[in-house]
């Protein structure tokens, strides 16, 4: 039901988040390059996806030691989450 269509809307979050980092990591090591025109409208449409879900969390938990931990406080909420929802359907 409602639970299943939930869980799977959190599970193509976590893709989300998942490609985020990733190409984070590429692009900080110089293995994609953001003058390639379709690396850089991906980048900005995931970015545009996830900066509203990280902005707030920025705002409580800020960067430590200059590293950011909000995705994967993210992918922590979501797999919670989705537990409470496979294992509570409604």
């Known amino acids: 039901g409602i639970s299943r269509i939930l869980v799977d809307a959190l599970t193509i979050a ?43 969390l920025r705002r409580i938990i800020p960067p430590i030691a200059g590293m950011d931990f909000t995705p994967i406080i993210v992918l922590f909420g979501i797999h919670a989450l989705q537990v409470l929802l496979i294992s509570n359907p409604f």
């Open 14 to 56: 976590r893709w989300i988040i998942i490609i985020h980092l990733i190409m984070s990591w590429l692009i900080q090591f110089e293995v994609l390059n953001l003058r390639q025109p379709i690396v850089s409208q991906a980048w900005y449409a995931i970015n545009r996806i996830t900066n509203p879900i990280y902005a707030r």
